[in-house]
DNA sequence: AAGTCGGGGGA
DNA sequence: TCCCCAGACTT
């Protein structure tokens, strides 16, 4: 009988397996995020595609931006790429936007109401496994477990596992037997949640507070003192650093802009025309030759005003900048959509970190 | 299965 | 600097 009423109390740590003891953590040490428990499947929708490969606090001002702009789904169906493009600029990985864009058209298109299994959500743009498997389970409460780069290292850590967690059948192991954990847990999205709570303020990348971890006790990295040498990961490739120039062709008091087109990285965003310096070219060369590739407009330098650094994923830049003036005509040759705008008209358009960071050599010399 | 895509933040 | 982040998609 004392037996029974202690075991129906499931208060006593012996008597509760980690995923419950994660999921009780979870319920009193969570932070309070902006589409936390708002009941709207649209709001997952949004901050998960936000979320991919960015962090939380990075997210919130541009989730409540976009709220306030495009509150529901019809709203974003309706809006032009270039209205979001612009609301996430600055956030990086811009395909994100497009097909957030695509999705929300496509679920409109058929209905308007976003679905709410693992399956469906698969096959609209946009969606991977993870976030299907997000938005099914904290969207609509369905059985199906997240794996995103919190969990692979929580679980990697528990398991004092050894294996390349970049590989696809790491993932997909770690997929399926968390399917399994989740078999019974008493809240399917307190769980993933939590994993991925605990991954971001308990079990971090380059350091572990395990004294305050709710499964401590079932974890091997803990246990031999091992945790934070897993995840295992190969090293990584040294990135080339190309140099790029680019030509501010200023004219009748405009400058000229060229929009990249939607396939390209950084698709849809405005930008100076430019490109890299060929092997045993000047960067002034290389700036003519570009825009006169891109533009058909001939110019000549007018003078430098400065370079600037800039790393991607892969690769990184210096972009070296250039005031230029039209020695013939004005009229453009190209096939990307282009304008001549105003200094105080850029902040209508859309631009890469890159050229932000032009616009400030160009504020500093008060050029702009 | 590997490569590619951005930008920010922390150590 | 380097690493990592609530990854998805193409080849």
């Known amino acids: ?40 499947p649209y709001d997952v929708l949004v901050s998960e595609f936000m979320l991919q490969q960015t962090q939380v606090a990075t997210v919130i001002p541009y989730f409540h931006r976009w709220k306030h702009v495009f509150p529901d789904i019809d709203s974003l169906a309706r809006a032009d790429q270039s209205e979001v493009l612009k609301l996430w600029e600055g956030l990086g990985y811009y395909s994100r936007a497009r097909r957030l864009h695509e999705c929300a058209k496509s679920v409109v298109a058929s209905g308007g109401k976003l679905p709410g299994d693992y399956e469906s959500l698969l096959k609209l743009p946009g969606i991977g496994s993870y976030t299907a498997a997000a938005i099914a389970s904290l969207g609509f409460g369905q059985r199906v477990a997240v794996v995103d780069g919190n969990v692979l290292r929580v679980r990697a850590r528990m398991l004092a596992d050894s294996s390349d967690i970049t590989k696809s059948e790491v993932k997909k192991r770690y997929f399926k037997e968390l399917n399994e954990l989740i078999r019974d847990v008493s809240d399917v999205s307190s769980f993933n949640q939590g994993m991925m709570e605990l991954g971001a303020l308990i079990c971090r990348p380059r350091e572990a507070i395990c004294v305050e971890c709710p499964v401590r006790q079932w974890c091997l990295g803990h246990s031999t003192g091992t945790a934070l040498e897993y995840p295992r ?60 590739e891109e533009t058909g407009l ?69 050029v702009i």
């Open 298 to 366: 001939d110019v000549e330098i007018v003078r430098k005003v400065g370079a600037v650094k800039h790393a991607y994923s892969h690769f990184g830049i210096e972009m070296h900048a250039y005031i230029c003036a039209l020695r013939g005509s004005s009229e453009v040759v190209c096939e990307r959509p282009w304008a001549w705008v105003e200094s105080n008209e850029f902040g209508k358009y859309a631009f890469p970190k890159a050229n932000h960071k032009v616009f400030e050599l160009l504020k500093q010399q008060g």
């Open 233 to 292: 990961k190969p090293a990584k490739a040294s990135r080339p650093c190309y140099d790029v120039s680019v030509g501010l062709i200023f004219h009748d008091g405009k400058y000229l802009i060229l929009r990249r087109s939607p396939e390209q990285m950084l698709g849809g965003l405005w930008e100076f025309p430019g490109g890299k310096v060929e092997p045993g070219e000047s960067h002034e060369e290389c700036v003519v030759r570009e825009v006169l």
């Open 1 to 40: 009988m004392t037996f029974m009423l202690m075991m129906s109390k499931n208060d006593n740590k012996a008597s509760m397996n980690w995923q419950e003891s994660l999921i009780k953590w979870f319920a009193g040490n969570h932070r309070e995020l902006p589409w936390r428990w708002t009941g709207d």
